[in-house]
């Protein structure tokens, strides 16, 4: 046996153990990688696995309000907070065309609480219908999947309308009257909020209505103080009153006519007396 083969054979255990060596180095990094993987996904999936999305419609005129599938279905696991954010003098309108969720396991909770529980729970095809947010307030909606079976959605419509506030006036087309006659009594200025302007005689919200309208006709036989006001608003509280005063003049009566002396002849004079006017 030469020499250099000799020597091989002598240092094999050492090569053998060198290479071994490397085998479990690269155990060791395979391991630590997967590892270093299994860390990464944990703290993936409870960053983002779990996160909820805001979005928030501050205070323009109108938009239209779409569950977080957009004009499709909405996905699994959602965590959605909507933000309808009214000016001092301003609720939100959102009025539903639609809605549909999976019922018992997707939810829609609308109220004032800032994370979007505690409020009216939706699901299933039990729509909203048309929802009022307090006058100057932050409305919330929050919407949350499970993991199986979506569906629609909703879709919305949203807007900012003017907190109710008291008409500033009322004008009649005619202001004296005279008894018997009718003149039509028109409030002007103030908002509704989505209320109803109620009308009342002889005192603000003063016995039973006599009405209804911007606009109402009345026929006083004597002369009455009116009112109005705007009652039961959607956006805001009733609010106070305005007032005119109809004054109504009484008619005049035919009366009679008599004269002095009768009969009269051409020339003579005679005094006439009217009476009963």
């Known amino acids: ?47 983002f696995g779990n996160r909820v999305y805001s979005q928030t419609y501050g ?20 965590n959605y907070i909507y933000t309808f954010a009214a000016s001092s003098n301003q609720c939100v309108k959102i009025v539903f065309s639609s809605f549909e969720t999976e019922n018992n396991y997707d939810y829609l909770f609308m109220g004032t609480a800032a994370n979007g529980t505690g409020g009216t729970q939706y699901m299933g095809t039990t729509s909203p219908g048309t929802i009022y947010g307090g006058c100057g307030s932050v409305y919330y909606a929050k919407f949350t999947s499970d993991g199986s079976v979506t569906k629609p959605g909703w879709v919305a419509t949203f ?29 002007n200025g103030g908002n509704s909020g989505d209320g109803t302007m109620r009308w009342y005689a002889g005192g603000c919200a003063s016995g039973a209505s006599i009405g209804s309208g911007t ?48 009969p009269q002849c051409i020339g003579q004079t005679t005094t006439y007396t009217v009476a009963g006017v």
């Open 159 to 187: 807007s900012y309308i003017n907190c109710a506030s008291a008409p500033t006036s009322i004008s009649a087309s005619v202001n004296p009257i005279c008894s018997g006659n009718s003149t039509t009594l028109t409030a």
């Open 215 to 262: 606009s109402i006709n009345v026929s006083p036989t004597s002369t009455t103080t009116y009112y109005a006001r705007y009652e039961s608003p959607a956006c805001g509280s009733t609010t106070g009153c305005a007032s005119i005063t109809v004054t109504v003049t009484p008619n005049a009566n035919a009366g009679t006519v008599t004269a002095g002396t009768t």
């Open 1 to 47: 046996m030469n020499t250099s083969l000799k020597q091989i054979i002598q240092q094999k255990p050492i090569i053998m153990k060198t290479f071994n060596n490397w085998i479990n180095c690269l155990n060791r990094l395979v391991n630590k990688q997967k590892f270093l993987i299994f860390i990464l996904a944990i703290l993936f999936f409870s960053t």
């Open 59 to 78: 205070n323009v005129y109108a938009g239209t309000w779409y569950d977080p599938g957009g004009t499709g279905n909405y996905a699994d696991n959602s």
